[in-house]
């Protein structure tokens, strides 16, 4: 091949993973299909050439996606991020697990196996996300005034963050009132203790998290924690009951206003490491670990409790925020997830299926997981930045496995991430842009079920022509070696 169309194909492709980046970003989703396809066609690479480099380029397009995203405030609650780090920490951990069992599937079953279930699988997702987005955006259309419509959930967003400091004036002035009539003006007294982080409200919200489930503890550290006895005037309690909710309500808010929730961070960290670990002595491994061998069966097996046990961990602590805001009566916002023991155990299993289905069949887990948030309930806005955000977590871990591999030539590995980081970026403004223009988050639903169905396309044709798909047997020789 001439230097001159080497270098023509890589301009063709360049530009091609730059505005599919553009598009893959704006609907939450990697855009591995459409990438590979891209390699491919135009590189003329198989496989195994063409899948490492999807991933390097998924892996920029991740890191620019947070860089943006990470700034963002919730569109109805502005005090929190955009990101819902609750609900990646709640899927993440069993996403991972099942990319672990699904490599393994990939491996062992024939092509046709593998292709005749994604082409059915991404045809469900397409069609139900298509179909949601012509729903929304009817409702949008049908809205007289969507301008107005926005600036009355600004406006009352902006009320309810009001409303605890007009709780701590009125407290306050109560207090003057009380100490008029021979009060104990304890109103006052959690006004200004309200007023400060670290004073009851912080004591309060400790409690929560303590784990105990003693609500009531909570209260009475609220109210000063001094063991007097209880008034048996309902209007007395109503007022501490008050008192008590705003200021846990205040830690809630003060806590929620972090961009970045260390501990959430943190623990998905923990995870990424041990599932990189497992992942790459499992299947890049041989040099340390026979496949195969007990070593090999055990470490296996072990991934199963190591991240069941993340998962109840991640849980106890999800749920107990969550009923702590039930405590404080905390203002849901409409598309927040209700943390129950029923949710937390149907999420996380379908975010497990998603993974085995996603490693199997060879596609991003955004494009499966996206439409699992939206059955959740979680705003076309929420559901794209929380996807991105919990790709950098498995872009990441593939792409270093393959430079520790040398599966990646080095100037390419350069090339793809700065086109999919610098794609990523524009796409993100524009996409931003255009849905804040016309206020219709069902373009993040058009955007998100066409890109799938091209994804399905994609794979279908470069499949087909494949000279081992029409092989029907198990191909446990590539897991355990040839007998």
């Avoid at 496989?47 to 700034?71: C, D, M, Q, R």
């Avoid at 309902?234 to 200021?247: G, N």
């Avoid at 699992?372 to 270093?400: D, E, H, K, N, Y």
Wanted: with cysteine; aromatic share 8%; glycine share 10%.
């Amino acid at each position: 091949m001439s230097a001159e169309l080497e270098t023509w194909r890589w301009l063709v492709t360049g530009t091609g993973v730059f505005l599919s980046a553009s598009l893959a970003v704006g609907a939450g989703i990697g855009g591995g299909a459409l990438f590979v396809g891209l390699f491919m066609v135009v590189l003329h690479y198989d496989a195994h050439e063409a899948v490492p480099l999807s991933k390097g380029t998924i892996f920029g397009l991740a890191i620019a996606a947070y860089a943006v995203n990470v700034w963002k405030r919730h569109p109805t609650a502005g005090g929190r991020p955009l990101i819902d780090y609750d609900t990646a920490l709640m899927l993440e951990p069993m996403t991972l697990l099942g990319t672990i069992v699904g490599v393994l599937l990939n491996v062992l079953l024939p092509n046709w196996l593998v292709l005749i279930p994604l082409c059915v699988l991404l045809g469900v997702v397409a069609y139900r996300t298509l179909r949601k987005g012509f729903r929304m955006h009817a409702q949008e259309k049908a809205a007289q005034s969507p301008t107005q419509a926005h600036e009355h959930l600004l406006r009352a967003d902006e009320e309810d963050q009001q409303q605890v400091e007009d709780g701590a004036r009125t407290a306050i002035d109560q207090a003057g009132v009380d100490e008029m009539d021979g009060t104990d003006g304890e109103a006052g007294q959690g006004a200004i203790a309200l007023q400060s982080p670290s004073g009851n409200a912080r004591g309060a919200w400790q409690d929560i998290q303590a784990g105990d489930g003693d609500t009531d503890a909570a209260a009475d550290d609220v109210d000063g924690g001094d063991g007097a006895p209880v008034s048996t005037d309902p209007w007395e309690w109503s007022k501490k009951q008050s008192t008590s909710q705003l200021q846990l309500r205040n830690a809630i808010y003060l806590k929620e206003a972090r961009l970045l929730p260390y501990e959430r961070f943190i623990a998905l960290t923990l995870v990424w490491v041990g599932y990189f670990l497992i992942s790459f002595f499992l299947y890049h491994g041989e040099k340390y670990l026979e496949p195969c061998s007990a070593g090999w069966i055990t470490l296996f097996v072990a991934a199963v409790p190591y991240v069941m046990i993340v998962t109840v961990l991640c849980g106890r602590a999800v749920r107990r925020a969550y009923e702590a805001k039930v405590t404080a009566g905390y203002k849901m916002q409409p598309g927040d997830v209700q943390w129950t023991t029923a949710s937390m155990i149907k999420y996380p299993m379908l975010a497990f299926i998603a993974g085995v289905a996603a490693a199997m069949m060879g596609i991003g887990g955004g494009m499966v997981k996206s439409p699992i948030m939206l059955s959740m309930g979680l705003s076309p806005q929420i559901v794209t930045t929380t996807s991105s955000f919990m790709i950098l977590f498995t872009a990441s871990s593939s792409t270093i496995q393959y430079l520790i591999l040398d599966k990646i030539k080095g100037d390419e590995f350069l090339i793809v991430l700065a086109l999919g980081f610098a794609g990523a970026l524009l796409g993100q403004k524009v996409i931003n842009n255009l849905v804040d223009k016309y206020k219709k988050q069902s373009i993040l639903l058009f955007l998100l079920g066409s890109l799938t169905l091209v994804s399905c396309i994609i794979i279908v044709a470069t499949t087909l022509p494949s000279a081992d798909f029409h092989d029907t047997t198990l191909n446990l020789d590539q897991i355990c070696g040839a007998p």
